[in-house]
């Protein structure tokens, strides 16, 4: 059974620094690794996907990085700004088929001002 | 990326009524999820609803409690049945769709907060 972890479960840090997540996963054999956020009380925004033959993935300051023999991700945050504090979700997809996303605790982010 | 809605955003429900709730997308799209996350927890898939055919469910949630239909390609409906306050969530459905990356990814509806008394 997959299982899916995000340490730390919460991380404060000055604005302007910058930050990364982590996400490890237990079953290496997945299809993709997506990357979202979620405000309080809020639905999920996709930021990052990244398939199994990637190695990384860029949007504006984020970069998201797989590295699937090991079961790890990271999410790189460059030069953080207080509207980045949100939770930090990430979520792994088996095989291409089955859409099933098993999804990680979450980190979550303050960025202090 | 699809624009998804749900209805109601939130709602307050006594233990034993029914609730349901609305998920409305801007295109048409083949397969919809319902997901649930309590309170302090990670999301759970709870079924997923292709047009045309009854829900999947996942283990531990079964059709009487969570019934859904999906009447064509665009809406999808999730009633929770004989709540109870341990139902008390966020309810999230979601669509697989292209995304930036190229390749198909999820997008999700801003959820439902449901509490049960």
């Known amino acids: 059974k997959q299982e899916v972890t995000q340490i730390p479960a919460a991380l404060s840090v000055p604005e302007g620094e910058n930050l990364v997540l982590n996400c490890s996963f237990t079953d290496s054999a997945i299809y993709n690794l997506q990357w979202f956020r979620q405000d309080p009380g809020k639905g999920l925004t996709s930021l990052l996907l990244?398939?199994?033959?990637?190695r990384e993935q860029t949007s504006g300051r984020l970069n998201a990085s797989l590295d699937k023999s090991s079961g790890r991700s990271t999410l790189y945050i460059a030069a953080s700004q207080p509207g980045d504090s949100a939770t930090y979700l990430c979520a792994v997809r088996l095989f291409f088929g089955n859409e099933k996303l098993t999804f990680g605790t979450g980190t979550r982010l303050t960025i202090i001002p | 990326s699809a624009v998804i809605s749900q209805k109601p955003s939130r709602d307050i429900c006594q233990r034993g009524t029914s609730l349901t709730i609305q998920c409305q997308v801007d295109?048409?799209?083949?397969?919809m999820f319902w997901y649930r996350q309590q309170p302090g927890q990670s999301l759970t898939l709870i079924a997923t609803a292709n047009q045309g055919s009854e829900a999947t469910y996942e283990s531990g949630f079964v059709i009487d409690k969570f019934p859904i239909s999906r009447p064509n390609l665009t809406f999808s409906t999730l009633t929770v049945s004989n709540m109870s306050p341990e139902d008390s969530s966020i309810y999230l459905c979601s669509v697989e769709e292209m995304g930036r990356s190229s390749y198909n990814e999820q997008f999700f509806g801003p959820g439902t907060r449901l509490t049960v008394l």
């Open positions: 990244i398939q199994s033959s990637q």
């Open positions: 295109s048409q799209v083949t397969m």
